[in-house]
């Protein structure tokens, strides 16, 4: 059947969508995806850090390669923020952002740089296998974190 | 108090209640949290997918540095699914995975394989700034995941 095929052939049909801002009616918002997006890569940083602070704190056996794997990620994921945070999802409900974040725009974006930077060296110390110096790497790393949301997030 | 058990004490308070699965009533259980991370990869997937998808499509200008960079994310993504499935998130409510996925487990893991691989040739290809090789590639990893969501996805 013709239709058939061609949706076949239309082969990101789906990723298209998704991402085609405001094309559609029922779609969210440029602004309501980028908070959507937003969320996703902290989450899914969460979800690699955890590990690695229970290991850190040694709530958990530290494992080296473990923990190399989730440093990496998560150096990988930090750099994807730099489009989380564009003009347009500004007012975008949901959001825990204060609105210091978007009046101190300069101070914000320094402290995402330097979680960007902190985190590629603590991937860069954990790919060296040594515990003391990976776990103090993950809480200068950690310490970026904190520093940010104590003065841009809402509790 | 010295700063380093200061630091130790308080710095990763806030990811470790986030991720230690059942250790508050009110946090999500392991398999929520699973699927949480599961659909936030998939969500920064879509993310970095979208544009490549439209500049494939030429519904985009095609931007070499932007498909590069976005191509490099993805291929740093989908790996990250290979904890997204655990095991315990099976029976999970708000999954769109089929049953058949958990019961073809090998050919579901190997359709993901075949995702992790084809996304790090097109981010290699993507290197390369050849339009018509990295809109090639593209096209190539984008059928890697209509072929597992037409087999393994609700829609």
Request: aromatic share 8%; hydrophobic share 40%.
């Amino acid at each position: 059947m013709p239709s058939t095929r061609v949706l076949r052939l239309a082969v990101p049909t789906l990723l298209l969508t998704l991402a085609a801002s405001g094309a559609v009616a029922q779609q969210p918002s440029k602004a309501e995806q980028t908070l959507k997006y937003r969320k996703a890569v902290y989450q899914a940083i969460v979800w690699n850090f955890g590990p690695m602070s229970a290991m850190a704190q040694g709530k958990m056996p530290f494992n080296a390669a473990e923990f190399e794997m989730r440093a990496a990620r998560v150096a990988a994921l930090t750099p994807m923020l730099s489009d989380a945070y564009s003009a347009e999802s500004q007012n975008v409900s949901g959001s825990k952002a204060k609105p210091e974040m978007w009046s101190n725009r300069a101070d914000f974006d320094a402290k995402m740089q330097d979680l960007v930077e902190r985190s590629a060296t603590l991937a860069t110390v954990a790919k060296g296998r040594d515990e003391a110096k990976t776990k103090a790497a993950f809480f200068d790393t950690a310490g970026t974190c904190k520093s940010c949301h104590d003065k841009y997030k809402e509790d």
